[in-house]
């Protein structure tokens, strides 16, 4: 039987924990973001404790690295990197885009999506990946776009499936064509338990001082001239 494996995510406004132990999955989800800053590590340890597991019984902790709320990204690091230091366990960070195209997958043997989360600002996260036999493939790198953008992108090659809450809000303005809408895909832990487990299958794992955030972003906000002057231009 596989060793205990733990995987969370926190980069969007929900946290969401799993945990495969004995054959079985336990999972937690809850406020993400900011309010996971007070909330997220005591929800970790209290489901390793309804389980039985401890955390020196982990064969490795996978967490959400981004791109997505800096707070929220920053949470998962942390606890990721705070518990796998005390137990000497490796880490997988996993692209939280990756997590919702594997979130829309479910058990597809095939599938291409582009996975889209609301940036805020009037921008959006997004990156599109590819399922076959070997497992996903990224064939366009997480970015830092608009719908503007994305929408030239799709007029040049169209998408199969667009999943992500950036749908819900842009509405109309992504115009994903005869794609397959999918905004309720998230970053979903337990999915991302099947990312970590073929990652470790691979022998994947790095040391917890390797294991950082994916900010694609480099600025949180933007002052009230910068807003005014896009403003203007809209």
Not at 95 to 120: G, K, P
Request: aromatic share 6%; glycine share 10%.
């Amino acid at each position: 039987m596989q060793p205990p494996l733990l995987a969370f995510d926190t980069a969007t406004e929900c946290t969401s924990i799993a945990l495969a132990a004995h054959g079985r999955v336990w999972q937690h989800e809850g406020e993400g973001g900011a309010r996971a800053s007070a909330t997220f590590l005591p929800a970790v340890l209290a489901l390793l404790d309804a389980a039985g597991v401890a955390v020196s019984d982990l064969d490795a902790i996978a967490f959400g690295r981004g791109p997505g709320a800096f707070t929220g990204l920053r949470v998962a690091c942390s606890v990721a990197q705070g518990l796998a230091f005390g137990a000497g366990k490796p880490v997988l960070p996993i692209d939280t885009l990756l997590a919702i195209a594997e979130d829309a997958r479910d058990d597809a043997a095939s599938m291409q999506v582009w996975s889209v989360i609301d940036a805020r600002i009037g921008e959006i996260y997004a990156a599109e990946y590819v399922f076959g036999p070997a497992g996903w493939a990224v064939r366009t790198a997480p970015m830092l776009t608009t719908p503007e953008a994305l929408n030239r992108l799709w007029r040049a090659a169209e998408p199969t499936v667009v999943a992500g809450n950036a749908l819900n809000a842009f509405g109309d303005r992504l115009v994903t064509a005869g794609a397959r809408r999918m905004p309720d895909a998230a970053p979903r832990a337990v999915g991302m338990l099947r990312l970590a487990a073929a990652l470790r299958a691979l022998g994947g794992g790095v040391d917890p001082a390797l294991a950082l955030p994916l900010y694609v972003r480099d600025k949180v906000a933007e002052t009230t001239a910068e807003r005014a002057a896009r403003a203007a231009v809209a």
